[in-house]
């Protein structure tokens, strides 16, 4: 199973970005999908998730400018995110959890599986 994140850039104060991670492999199902985000000298901390039914959780400093979406036929996750600002600037991380996969003919089951980050700096 694999988790590609791609869409991170350099942008200005104020502008957008829209974030992608789509799983690959024998997935059987997923359940939440996310992004997360580690600045340098930080924890990684909660920006967005959602379920597979729809329902999104946001990070307060997020809310009104971040909207997180998901095409579960594709198993991927969108995140776009407007009104950027400098302190937004992080490695964003895809997040899958409860992963149901094929391995070697047996259903496997993982908790929390983790792509690779992708960059976002928010110029000021």
């Known amino acids: 199973v694999q988790l590609q994140a791609s869409g991170g850039g350099l942008v200005q104060t104020g502008g957008s970005l829209r974030l992608s991670c789509a799983a690959s492999?024998?997935?059987?199902?997923?359940?939440?999908m996310g992004w997360y985000r580690q600045a340098p000298g930080n924890q990684r901390d909660l920006v967005a998730t959602?379920?597979?039914?729809?329902?999104?959780n946001y990070a307060n400093s997020v809310k009104g400018r971040f909207t997180i979406s998901r095409d579960n036929a594709k198993n991927t996750v969108y995140l776009q995110m407007s009104s950027l600002k400098p302190e937004d600037t992080a490695v964003y991380y895809c997040n899958a959890g409860d992963l149901r996969y094929y391995s070697d003919s047996f259903l496997r089951y993982v908790n929390n599986y983790w792509g690779q980050g992708t960059l976002v700096t928010v110029s000021s």
């Open positions: 492999g024998n997935i059987f199902t997923i359940g939440s």
């Open positions: 959602i379920t597979s039914r729809g329902s999104a």
